[in-house]
């Protein structure tokens, strides 16, 4: 026979089961139906969101510079509420969402900078009052990070922990991230996670990724040899040396930029042609002779660590095995920077929330490397907290609307400000309740 104080305890486990379960019940249906005011709310702040990227874009600010950028940033995280940072390295800004609740931090970054006339100018993009342009699509990127900014203040009683939104300065120069990190930005912050997004060619309601790698990385290789009468030899040597390094067929599809979005060669493609390369800038080669030495350099890119870790042991054995081994005084790197490299874990994850919350469809696995220089410093902060990279499209193919950045017709249709600020909203959401 069970006793009363058994029948007591058990009744109490039973109702503190039930009771967990309606609570557990209820906060489902609260993140689910948090995903629906997310979407509400960025409607809803939509045109002002539009007005805020049209400012950005009719004053830009190139590396460095971005003054004006960064008080305006001020400006508005302290309107929402937010503890703000500023002048981190230079003109960076960090906003802190702070819930009052334990849990996860999580950071999301966007960069500043524009691009200065000098290096580039387009026709269509006239609307800039400085000598410079956001043919880049950074004043998109601070316009989402602020639209997320916005919305999560307003669910912040549905969440918990903390979100740091970094403004970087200079990204444009590789120099912002850097800068930031070496100014303290991680004595103010200290995130779990971090996040950003770039605008990419797609349209306006895809976003794209990939684990690992995104971008090819490049170094500049040198070979230094002692002065001799060998000199012309050598150089010609070494030339061809660092050239048959080498493993793409110089009629190869892999040269036209239209290829990195061919379905069947391209970059979302599993059988792209774009991964597993190394080729050699042939443009690049720079001889120099002092009275002691002459080097040969040259600008190598690559799609994976390996390929750029055996590169310099490949190049010493076969000069130690030549006739001017005598004279080799070293081969080594001589400019490195750190590559963007998406934490693999977090990738699945990311594309998982997304997908479950808008859609399968609305997202681009990427399978290659891309090989055309490009990159980004945001490298800087993920080899100090591991995060995820993602392109946002900002196309309209139907208006001739093509937002390849640095391209000379670079356009954006401004509706990819609410596919960024939704996504990327619900994916903090999902992360911080992980």
């Given at each position: 026979m069970v006793s009363k104080e058994k029948i007591n305890k058990l009744t109490l486990s039973i109702l503190f089961i039930f009771f967990t379960c309606i609570s557990y019940s209820q906060n489902v249906k609260e993140i689910g139906n948090i995903h629906t005011n997310i979407k509400k709310q960025t409607n809803s702040i939509f045109d002002n969101l539009v007005s805020i990227r049209n400012d950005f874009h009719k004053i830009p600010e190139v590396s460095g510079k971005e003054k004006r950028t960064s008080k305006k940033i001020v400006q508005h995280l302290l309107s929402l509420g937010l503890k703000v940072k500023k002048n981190i390295g230079g003109y960076g800004v960090v906003g802190i969402l702070d819930t009052g609740k334990k849990g996860k931090s999580i950071a999301w970054r966007a960069d500043m900078d524009a691009v200065s006339l000098h290096h580039h100018k387009t026709e269509k993009n006239t609307t800039s009052k400085?000598?410079?342009?956001?043919?880049?699509?950074?004043?998109?990127?601070?316009?989402?990070?602020?639209?997320?900014?916005?919305v999560l203040v307003s669910q912040k009683e549905q969440l918990t922990g903390k979100v740091y939104f970094i403004f970087q300065p200079s990204e444009e120069s590789y120099t912002g991230a850097k800068a930031m990190i070496d100014d303290g930005l991680f004595k103010i912050i200290s995130p779990n996670e971090i996040y950003g997004c770039h605008i990419g060619p797609m349209p306006t309601n895809i976003i794209s990724t990939k684990p690992e790698w995104m971008f090819a990385d490049y170094k500049t290789v040198t070979i230094s040899f002692k002065n001799s009468n060998y000199n012309e030899e050598i150089k010609t040597y070494s030339k061809k040396l660092i050239s048959d390094l080498q493993n793409v067929a110089p009629d190869c599809k892999f040269w036209n930029p239209n290829s990195l979005g061919d379905p069947n060669i391209g970059l979302a493609n599993p059988n792209t042609i774009f991964k597993n390369f190394l080729f050699v800038n042939q443009n690049s080669f720079n001889f120099k002779e002092t009275n002691h030495q002459t080097t040969i350099s040259a600008y190598i890119g690559a799609s994976t660590k390996e390929q750029l870790k055996a590169v310099i042991p490949t190049l010493k054995k076969k000069i130690l095995n030549s006739k001017y081994a005598q004279k080799l005084i070293n081969v080594q790197y001589t400019y490195e920077r750190a590559n963007l490299y998406n934490d693999k874990s977090l990738t699945q994850k990311s594309l998982k929330h997304v997908s479950d919350i808008y859609g399968a469809k609305n997202i681009v696995l990427l399978y290659g490397e891309m090989p055309d220089y490009r990159g980004d410093d945001f490298a800087y902060f993920q080899e100090h907290v591991p995060g995820v990279y993602f392109y946002l499209g900002g196309s309209n193919f139907e208006k001739g609307i093509i937002s390849m950045p640095h391209a000379p017709n670079f356009q954006i249709d401004e509706t990819c400000i609410k596919t960024g600020v939704t996504y990327f909203s619900s994916l903090i959401v999902e992360r911080l309740s992980n």
């Open positions: 400085n000598k410079a342009q956001h043919i880049c699509g950074h004043d998109i990127n601070m316009t989402v990070a602020l639209g997320i900014a916005e």
